[in-house]
């Protein structure tokens, strides 16, 4: 079906293009922006009067537990949220069981999502051999298969002259490196920010400096080797003002920050909740201002979920024991909606969609985050204003685990498509 989508707020950062205008969508791709309403009649329309009309949104950094763990999440229902959540196109993490270390799993995720979801899926493989962070793997034949990038993700490589053997190699073969943060020796043993409400809690703490010592390592060593660096969900403020230096200097170095660390501190940790437990841990109000002061001035190049879906049982274990991690596709939207008001709208429209859409994807090198004319139609409608309320049993996850439960968020997604099918309505 081809589609008009008459009316709308018309937001594209790829051309920096912002202007109430009708977008036509003819055999699955972009076929005209127009100021003038189109009058054919095989058009089905839908008016987006008050609404936004942009580029799909795009996250690197989501966890859909393939293969291994379909306990806590699919492809297909993890695709489900994504595409609730505005997103066409997702970027699925390799600590699955087993890693996504060989090309022959890459290419079997790849296969799986092609049937299983009409989200586009790109996989970042593993950096090292079953996420051990000693052998390295064979980087070109797993770009071969297909993947985008490599990461070893919650399980940081910890010896520098493997990293930097490893930065050397996706170097030469174009990949870039993706990059949790941690010192694991700084952190071992940790379920917290270490300060002032982990002392009252009596919970062993995670410092800051697990993050920074190793942001400081992987930028010297970006800055070494040339290699394309990502460093995942930034939580410090010297991690901002690491990144602010590197980027002065000329390293390939790109950042990303999630919502939750937008939005709250450990003091939602207050009443042991372990919805409110995640690796890197909140931390303290002037981590937060940072992060927000390094987004809206540009250190930060984009916002990522970090969606890590557990099994309820799983989150019902006492703080310590409880796994890291909450779901953030199906918020990501609304939470950064709220932050924007909060922050007094620093955020112009089409800054918001170029940090959720477009520059996640040229951080990548994928093909999205455009409305450019002939490009596929992935498109998302959303209501900029709607005020919604956060129901996790309504979600289309696996997972509940958020620490957002019953608050009010700002913005809605109405309609997705992906190719120029509508593959969501919040009208049904």
């Known amino acids: 079906m081809d589609y008009l989508l008459a009316n709308g707020r018309v937001l594209d950062p790829s051309q920096n293009r912002d202007e109430v205008a009708h977008l036509v969508i003819r055999g699955g791709r972009i076929a005209e922006i127009t100021p003038i309403l189109p009058s054919d009649p095989s058009l089905k ?26 306990y806590k999440e699919t492809l297909q229902t993890g695709g489900a949220a994504a595409l609730a959540g505005g997103f066409t196109t997702i970027c699925c993490m ?33 950096l090292t051999q079953g996420m051990a962070g000693e052998q390295l793997c064979d980087y070109h034949a797993l770009k071969q298969a297909g993947a985008i990038a490599c990461s070893d993700d919650a399980f940081p490589v910890q010896n520098a002259e493997v990293m930097r053997r490893a930065m050397l190699a996706c170097a030469a073969y174009g990949l870039p490196v993706v990059t949790h943060c941690e010192d694991k020796s700084l952190s071992a043993g940790g379920s917290m920010h270490r300060g002032v409400v982990s002392s009252l809690l009596g919970l062993q703490g995670i410092p800051a400096s697990s993050e920074t010592v190793q942001i400081a390592r992987n930028a010297l060593l970006a800055w070494e080797t040339g290699c394309q660096l990502h460093l995942q969900h930034l939580s410090t403020a010297v991690g901002v003002a690491l990144v602010r ?20 501190t450990d003091s939602a940790c207050e009443g042991y909740d372990t919805n409110a437990k995640m690796n890197p841990p909140l931390r303290t109000e002037s981590d937060r201002r940072a992060l927000s002061e390094g987004l809206i001035e540009g250190v930060i190049d984009c916002i990522a979920t970090d969606h890590a879906p557990h099994a309820p049982f799983e989150k019902e274990r006492t703080f310590p024991d409880a796994p890291f991690g909450i779901v953030g596709l199906e918020t990501a939207f609304g939470c950064i909606g709220l932050w924007n008001h909060q922050q007094g709208t620093p ?9 959720m859409s477009t520059a996640p994807a040229q951080i990548l090198n994928l093909t999205a985050g455009t409305l450019q004319v002939g490009a596929p139609a992935d498109v998302v409608v959303l209501d900029p204003h709607a005020r919604w309320i956060v129901n996790p049993d309504e979600f289309r996850s696996k997972g509940r685990n958020t620490p957002f439960r019953g608050w009010e968020l700002i913005g809605k997604v109405r309609y997705t498509f992906v190719g120029g099918e509508c593959v969501y309505s919040a009208a049904g």
């Open 347 to 355: 955020l112009s429209p089409l800054e918001w969609i170029r940090l």
């Open 245 to 264: 230096f590197f980027k002065a200097q000329g390293v390939r170095l790109t950042c990303e920050v999630c919502p939750h660390h937008l939005l709250l």
């Open 94 to 126: 390799p600590n699955t069981e087993p890693p996504l270390d060989s090309p022959t799993l890459v290419r079997e995720i790849r296969q799986r999502a092609e049937r299983e979801t009409p989200c586009r899926v790109y996989v970042v493989a593993a």
């Open 45 to 70: 329309r839908i008016d987006c009067d008050g609404l936004w009309v942009a580029p799909g949104l795009v996250d690197i950094h989501v966890h859909l537990r393939e293969p291994g763990q379909s």
